[in-house]
C-alpha cells in the first residue's frame, strides 16, 4: 500500500508516541519505524477538522446574516432532527447530538478522498467498523437507560411470551450482525468508488473522472445519511414502549 505523504510526515516525527500507545495496549506494529497507516493519519486530519471548525465557525455565526457555511449545518442539523422525531418520535431531541456527530464525521472521511494526496479513511475496513461498534454499544445503552434490563431484553423476546424461547435467540444473532452490515455497506460503498475514480481518471483524465467524482461526491452524501438513519432506526426499537 502506498504511503501519503501525511502519513510519512507522522511515521517520521510521530513513530515514538505511537508506538508508546500501541505497546501500551499490548500491541505491536508491523514495522515499528511505520506505526502510522494511511487510515489512522487520515482520521487524525478529519479529527482537526471537526475540531477547528467551529472555532471557524463561531465568530461567523449570526441571526441576522447567516452565512453559507452557518446555513450548511443549520439545514443539517434540522434535516437530522426532523428525521430522528418521524422515526423515533418523543424525546427524540436527546439523541440527535449522536446522530449529528456520526453524520458529520462519516461525511467528512468520505469526502476527504475527493481531495488529492489523501484517501478516505472510511475505504478500510477497520474505520466503518470502529464506526458502526460505536452505533451498536450505543443504541443498546440507550435502550437500557429507557427501559432497564430487563425492558431491554424484553424486545429480544418478541411480542408474544410462548414464541420468546424461539424469537430470543434470533434477536441476539440478528444484533450482533448488525455492526458487520454498517461496515461492510460504507466500507465496499467508499473502496469501489475510490477504485472507480481513479480507474477512470487513468483511463480517460479528462471530463470523465469529473462525472465520476460527482457521482463519488453523491454517494459519500448518501453513505454517511443511510449510515446514520440506520442508526435511528436502532435507536427507536430499543427506545419504544410496548402500550404506543
Do not use: C
Not at 450548511?72 to 449529528?100: P, T
Not at 461525511?107 to 489523501?118: E, I, K
Not at 467498523?129 to 443498546?140: E, K, M, P, Q, V
Amino acid at each position: 500500500m502506498h504511503e501519503l505523504w501525511f502519513t510519512a510526515l507522522l511515521n517520521q516525527y510521530l513513530a515514538g508516541p505511537a508506538n508508546a500507545i500501541l505497546d501500551a495496549f499490548g500491541q505491536s506494529a508491523a514495522h515499528r519505524d511505520k506505526p502510522w497507516t494511511n487510515f489512522m493519519a487520515m482520521e487524525i486530519l478529519v479529527i482537526a477538522f471537526l475540531v477547528a471548525l467551529p472555532l471557524i465557525l463561531r465568530p461567523m455565526i449570526s441571526v441576522t446574516k447567516p452565512g453559507a457555511l452557518q446555513q450548511s449545518f443549520e439545514l443539517i442539523w434540522e434535516m437530522l432532527r426532523g428525521q430522528a422525531h418521524d422515526i423515533i418520535g418523543h424525546g427524540s431531541d436527546k439523541y440527535v447530538y449522536l446522530f449529528g456527530t456520526l453524520f458529520v464525521f462519516i461525511l467528512s472521511a468520505n469526502l476527504l478522498g475527493m481531495v488529492p494526496t489523501f484517501e478516505a479513511p472510511t475505504m478500510y475496513p477497520a474505520v466503518p467498523l470502529g464506526i458502526a461498534i460505536i452505533s451498536f454499544l450505543y443504541y443498546n445503552w440507550a435502550g437500557i437507560a429507557e427501559q432497564g434490563v430487563i425492558g431491554h431484553l424484553k424486545h429480544f423476546a418478541g411480542p408474544l411470551w410462548w414464541m420468546a424461547w424461539f424469537l430470543f435467540p434470533i434477536e441476539i444473532l440478528s444484533h450482533l450482525i448488525r455492526p458487520m452490515s454498517l461496515t461492510i455497506r460504507l466500507y465496499a460503498n467508499m473502496f469501489a468508488g475510490e477504485e472507480v475514480t481513479l480507474s477512470f481518471m487513468a483511463l480517460v483524465p479528462l471530463v470523465v473522472p469529473v462525472l465520476v467524482m460527482a457521482l463519488h461526491f453523491f454517494v459519500s452524501i448518501l453513505q454517511a445519511f443511510i449510515f446514520t438513519v440506520l442508526t435511528m432506526v436502532y435507536v427507536g426499537g430499543v427506545v419504544a414502549h410496548e402500550d404506543h
